[in-house]
């Protein structure tokens, strides 16, 4: 029996001259001559063959530059982790900023190495935690900022010119990155020794989270704004972190995760151009956050693919040739999607798995979802678990000896190539269509992971594909209670706290800088400085974001412009 072999794009067209006769494997001899194996692609559907050899490897492989060199495939550094560890930044926020600033002070002790600030749904929207539409809503899934003595309270005793902080905020990022230079101002450490992301990725709330506010035009714009005022004023601070994990966790595969990431930095670089911002300053500020699926190879593949469509795809477009531009520097979160409420501990195991193909892929940092969120908010045990398994992986497993240790294998150089040829093809569908903003309004980026999710599901269903523990090897007892739950006593709290602050205040001086703040935004000027004398004002968050809408207006799913 011979090995079967892919015959598709880059990697199914390697070597196809010259190939010789593949051995017979130990499986194909198990079950007997001219008995055919079964059939295996990966994640993303892409055909798996049974074993693979030297005549396999790409042309792209055989040529490779050295870790540290373009197109960086090998990783954007020479030594990789031997010269510095990824960053450990677990993902952090509930209840109040107090309750948070106590998390970041344990996992700091703990051995953390990074901040990563998880906000809650009402300020994400823009929305004041005494809002009638906050109800309900208010730390459950993040911590609630409203004003800046929230942020104050949040960053208490954190060493602001020492460590980084990454914020997962988009519609609101302008108003959160405010608030965080306003509290360093305030403590007189100088904004360039700032060093942090914020997420600021609208485009992809429109396909896959909904966390928007405003129409995309206006979006844009406050992107943009972000751009020019952290080149100017923290030149340190990652000014967006493109992100594919929340298409990843609505169903789109890898290939889709890999090509609809790439298009959102080609729209917001082609956003800034139109701006007349220097591009070269901010691509050397862009960041990318992926998600780490299931499958080891793919995703290690995935990310090797990933740098290296990123510094062509710059080179092709936009002409850039700075190496530190090219880099595709990128943060790594487990996949949430991934874990099950039933025999939650099996999720150990696999956010092991998913970190391990992130390290192995050369992330720059990284979070390891903890086993318990499958039923609510990680409590500090599991937490703390989650934090080990990198201190595991980065100390004893041996992983971080050498730069790209999979290099050379003929499986995931195949996979490499093969993922950046269904990327680029992907991404040409998006051109054809005027960019990814156009294929956004038209709901094409929604429906193709939307179909993607639903032949997902339909497999795990059918019980084509395995999950250890839900439809195989499925116990009868229910799933555990959470360990953690939101203390409800937070938004009544948060109530009063917001009434007191807004009494202390120069309601004068508040209303002026919002109204210069609507004069802003009805002209062209940078929103972000406006935003941050309204903080420092003692504006609330609500109240900046309520004068926005009454300018830009709000987006409305379905809407064209």
Request: charged share 20%.
């Amino acid at each position: 029996a011979k090995a079967t072999r892919p015959r598709t794009g880059a990697a199914g067209a390697a070597g196809r001259a010259g190939r010789r006769r593949p051995s017979p494997t130990g499986a194909a001899r198990a079950a007997g001559p001219g008995t055919p194996l079964p059939t295996r692609e990966t994640s993303s559907g892409i055909p798996v063959a049974s074993a693979y050899f030297a005549d396999d490897l790409p042309a792209a492989a055989r040529r490779a530059r050295a870790p540290g060199e373009p197109p960086y495939t090998r990783g954007i550094h020479p030594g990789m982790y031997r010269a510095r560890l990824w960053t450990m930044r677990q993902y952090a926020g509930f209840g109040s900023a107090r309750q948070t600033n106590q998390r970041f002070r344990y996992l700091l002790a703990q051995g953390q190495t990074g901040l990563s600030v998880a906000f809650d749904l009402p300020t994400q929207m823009g929305y004041d935690s005494d809002h009638p539409l906050a109800r309900g809503e208010v730390g459950r899934v993040g911590v609630a900022i409203s004003c800046l003595a929230d942020m104050e309270e949040l960053l208490d005793g954190l060493p602001l010119d020492r460590v980084t902080t990454s914020m997962t905020i988009n519609a609101t990022a302008p108003l959160l990155l405010a608030f965080y230079v306003a509290v360093a101002d305030a403590r007189g450490v100088p904004r360039a020794q700032l060093g942090g992301t914020v997420q600021n990725d609208v485009l992809k709330e429109y396909v896959a989270r909904g966390t928007y506010i405003y129409p995309p035009e206006a979006s844009l714009r406050l992107v943009t704004d972000v751009f020019a005022f952290t080149a100017d004023e923290a030149p340190q601070w990652n000014s967006i972190s493109v992100s594919g994990y929340h298409m990843r966790e609505a169903g789109a595969t890898a290939v889709q995760e890999l090509a609809f990431t790439l298009a959102d930095g080609l729209a917001y670089l082609e956003a800034a151009r139109k701006r007349g911002l220097d591009l070269i300053r901010i691509a050397r500020r862009i960041s990318f956050f992926f998600s780490a699926h299931n499958h080891l190879l793919e995703e290690a593949a995935k990310f090797r693919a990933a740098r290296t469509l990123w510094a062509e795809l710059l080179r092709e477009r936009f002409r850039v040739t700075d190496p530190e531009a090219l880099k595709l520097r990128f943060h790594t979160q487990t996949a949430g999607s991934m874990l099950t409420a039933q025999q939650p501990l099996v999720n150990v195991v696999r956010t092991t798995v998913q970190a391990l193909a992130a390290v192995l892929g050369g992330t720059q940092s990284l979070h390891t979802n903890s086993y318990d969120e499958a039923l609510g908010l990680p409590g500090a045990e599991s937490a703390l678990l989650a934090l080990r398994t990198q201190q595991v992986l980065a100390h004893e497993s041996g992983v971080t000896d050498t730069a790209d240790p999979l290099a050379g294998s003929y499986f995931v150089e195949a996979l490499t190539a093969e993922l950046t040829a269904r990327a680029r093809a992907l991404i040409a569908r998006v051109d054809a269509m005027g960019g990814m903003l156009e294929a956004i309004r038209a709901g094409w980026v929604q429906e193709e992971i939307h179909r993607s999710a639903y032949r997902w599901q339909q497999e795990v269903e059918s019980g084509a594909r395995v999950i250890v523990g839900v439809n195989r090897f499925a116990d009868e007892e229910p799933p555990a209670a959470p360990s953690f739950t939101p203390d409800p006593a937070v938004e009544r709290e948060r109530a009063e706290r917001l009434a007191a602050w807004r009494a202390g205040r120069d309601v004068i001086a508040v209303d002026e800088s919002l109204a210069r703040l609507e004069r802003g935004a009805r002209g062209s000027e940078n929103l972000v400085p406006l935003i941050l004398a309204a903080l420092k004002q003692r504006a609330t968050l609500g109240e900046v974001c309520d004068a926005l809408r009454g300018v830009f207006g709000v987006y409305r799913p379905g809407q064209v412009a």
